[in-house]
């Protein structure tokens, strides 16, 4: 069963930090890039942050850049979104996603993430 399961979301005072975790099962992880997109209350989504399926090459968005880091261990088949300074316009609902050339992108069901003092 191909499954990408998100944790780590919670509340986190501004200037804060998140870690949010991505663990993948039910296919070859390691041929696919990942990536993490988010949802904010009222808004549509918007793309965060990827890495290739290798891992060399990383990406990010303006509004995180310098603040977030992804990560991933091939190993263990997980993703990770390392959130630093938050702040309260990253309160969203963050989505893990897999993507590979000629195939159907995969995603995770969410996790909330909401930055209030």
């Known amino acids: 069963q191909v499954q990408l399961v998100e944790s780590g979301g919670g509340l986190a005072q501004p200037g804060g930090s998140l870690r949010l975790s991505c663990a993948a099962s039910g296919f070859t992880f390691s041929t696919y890039a990942m990536s993490w997109a988010r949802q904010a209350p009222g808004k549509g989504l918007e793309w965060v942050s990827g890495?290739?399926?290798?891992?060399?090459?990383?990406f990010y968005a303006d509004s995180v850049k310098g603040r977030f880091t992804i990560s991933r261990d091939n190993a263990k088949n997980t993703v990770n979104l390392q959130m630093n300074s938050l702040k309260p316009e990253d309160t969203a609902v963050y989505y893990c996603?897999?993507?590979?050339?000629?195939?159907?992108?995969?995603w995770g069901q969410g996790t909330l993430v909401t930055v209030s003092s």
């Open positions: 996603r897999a993507h590979r050339v000629g195939f159907d992108d995969l």
């Open positions: 890495i290739r399926s290798d891992g060399s090459d990383t």
